[in-house]
T-cell receptor, first 115, second 114 residues
Framework: KAGVTQTPRYLIKTRGQQVTLSCSPI?????VSWYQQTPGQGLQFLFE???????NKGNFPGRFSGRQFSNSRSEMNVSTLELGDSALYLC??????????????FGEGSRLTVL | AQTVTQSQPEMSVQEAETVTLSCTYD???????LFWYKQPPSRQMILVIR??????QNATENRFSVNFQKAAKSFSLKISDSQLGDAAMYFC???????????FGKGITLSVRP
């Protein structure tokens, strides 16, 4: 079974631009979560989607948004990029949302550099 | 809100020796889940071990075991017979069970000396 796939793996943008990152979860997994990883702040939860609905949201500005499609694939978008948005963005999938007792399966991440 | 604290940023262990990674957390929940995740240099994070708070017995997975002290809100990971492949960043994480959101500690970088 294929793992969580994130694209692109690396990208460089300039301040003010926008970026879209894509995540394909493990087949059959319906919950997709996004995390931002930086050396200073560590891993911070962005949002979670289940059945095309955002179920949970972290403490990030409105420039960060996401969506999920009917095939459970998810995208996240960051508009008006700032230098501080440089980070590794990790996507994780799980079989179900709701009563979560299992594990998250992570992708290798998308490394965003903002110049 | 829950917080997870990993106070040691780095640790080093000799191959074949045992190392313990520390984690403390704070929550008002009585039922929850705790995890240790491993992030090797290739960056894909994988689950090492999981502990349900309602279980008194400490979880064990091969060379990995935890020391879960609920009253002290402590959740340490013991790696026995350390191997070179254990070198990675290790994250302690908390989950309420209500959804799949994990609250992570800052992580600890473990190096293994041959």
């Amino acid at each position: 079974k294929a793992g969580v796939t994130q694209t692109p793996r690396y990208l460089i943008k300039t301040r003010g631009q926008q970026v879209t990152l894509s995540c394909s979860p493990i087949s059959g997994h319906r919950s997709v979560s996004w995390y931002q990883q930086t050396p200073g702040q560590g891993l911070q939860f962005l949002f979670e989607y289940f059945s095309e609905t955002q179920r949970n949201k972290g403490n990030f500005p409105g420039r960060f948004s996401g969506r999920q499609f009917s095939n459970s694939r998810s995208e996240m978008n960051v508009s008006t990029l700032e230098l501080g948005d440089s980070a590794l963005y990790l996507c994780a999938s799980s079989l179900v949302a709701g009563q979560f007792t299992g594990e998250l399966f992570f992708g290798e991440g998308s490394r965003l550099t903002v110049l | 809100a829950q917080t997870v604290t990993q106070s040691q940023p780095e640790m080093s262990v000799q191959e074949a020796e045992t190392v313990t990674l520390s984690c403390t957390y704070d929550t008002s929940e009585s039922d929850y889940y705790l995890f240790w995740y491993k992030q090797p240099p290739s960056r894909q994070m994988i689950l090492v071990i999981r502990q349900e708070a309602y279980k008194q017995q400490n979880a064990t997975e091969n060379r990995f075991s935890v020391n879960f002290q609920k009253a002290a809100k402590s959740f340490s990971l013991k790696i026995s017979d350390s191997q070179l492949g254990d070198a990675a960043m290790y994250f302690c994480a908390f989950n309420t069970g209500a959804n799949s959101k994990l609250t992570f500690g800052k992580g600890i970088t473990l190096s293994v000396r041959p």
